[in-house]
């Protein structure tokens, strides 16, 4: 009987205990130890320290650009922008997204030949200013 008993307790030490579900991260990921967490900004760093990016230490783009200038000023002072997609030019106004960012934007169709082929594209272009979100009216 003292047998069966520590049997049953091996084997209930053997099962793993119930928990919350992990979430799944792919092999890559848990591989290159990316999906480890995220720092307090909510960016992933790397075990270092270093973003991984290959920077120099400094400001990021949105911390530069957040205060270079107001909306009304790059309403004022932008000018439309030309983009090219396969022959056809495409001009992108200034614009302020319903998001509170700055940027340029188009939409267009764009006609492209595939292999003989002439297909048309619904073509919708976003620019946004990266910091533009923080600008002051």
Same mark, same amino acid.
């Given at each position: 009987a ?16 119930? !928990? ?17 967490? @995220?720092?307090?900004?909510g !960016?992933?760093?790397? @075990? ?18 957040s205060?270079?200038?107001t ?5 004022? @002072?932008?000018?439309?922008? $030309? *983009?090219?997609?396969?022959? @056809?030019?495409i ?6 997204? !319903? ?8 939409? $267009?169709? *764009? $006609?492209?030949?595939?292999?003989? *082929?002439?297909? $048309? ?7 946004? *200013? ?8």
């Open positions: 003292a047998e069966a008993a520590e049997a049953a307790e091996a084997e209930e030490a053997a099962e793993p205990e119930e !928990s919350e579900p992990q979430p799944k991260r792919s092999k890559r990921r848990a591989q290159d130890g990316r999906g480890e967490g @995220k720092d307090a900004k !960016s992933k760093e790397a @075990k270092d320290g270093k973003n991984g990016k290959g920077k120099a230490k400094g400001q990021s783009t949105k911390e530069r650009q205060s270079s200038m909306r009304k000023e790059f309403m004022k @002072k932008a000018k439309a922008i $030309t *983009v090219q997609i396969g022959d @056809k030019k001009k992108a106004e200034p614009k302020q997204f !319903s998001t509170g960012s700055s940027g340029f934007m188009a939409s $267009t169709k *764009v $006609t492209v030949d595939v292999g003989g *082929v002439s297909l $048309t594209l619904q073509c919708s272009l976003n620019l946004p *200013v990266i910091g533009s979100k923080e600008w002051s009216e």
